[in-house]
């Protein structure tokens, strides 16, 4: 499978959370940290960014798991 260049967001869905990417919907879970941790994965996996988005749908936090320009984007951890 070709690595997607799409950040994945993690996202408030329904009754659960989801992970998205490009667009479309990659995994729903039932809370926010299990669909983070999916979201994670498939960042790791195509070296992008997760940002995930709170309950109101502001953005909360970014993680780059890409190739950062030095220095680094990510100042959060």
């Given amino acids: 499978m070709a690595r997607r260049t799409h950040d994945v ?3 408030k ?3 659960g959370w989801k992970t998205s990417q490009g667009g ?3 995994s ?3 809370t926010q940290q299990a ?3 999916r ?3 498939i960042a790791k996996q195509d070296r992008v960014d ?3 988005h709170g309950r109101d749908g ?3 936090s970014k993680d780059s798991y890409g190739n950062d320009p030095l220095p680094p984007r990510d100042t959060e951890h």
């Fill in 9 to 11: 967001h993690v996202s």
């Fill in 13 to 15: 869905d329904g009754n």
């Fill in 24 to 26: 479309e919907k990659q």
């Fill in 28 to 30: 729903h879970h039932r």
């Fill in 35 to 37: 669909a983070i941790e």
């Fill in 39 to 41: 979201g994670t994965q």
């Fill in 50 to 52: 997760v940002v995930t």
């Fill in 58 to 60: 502001r953005i909360r």
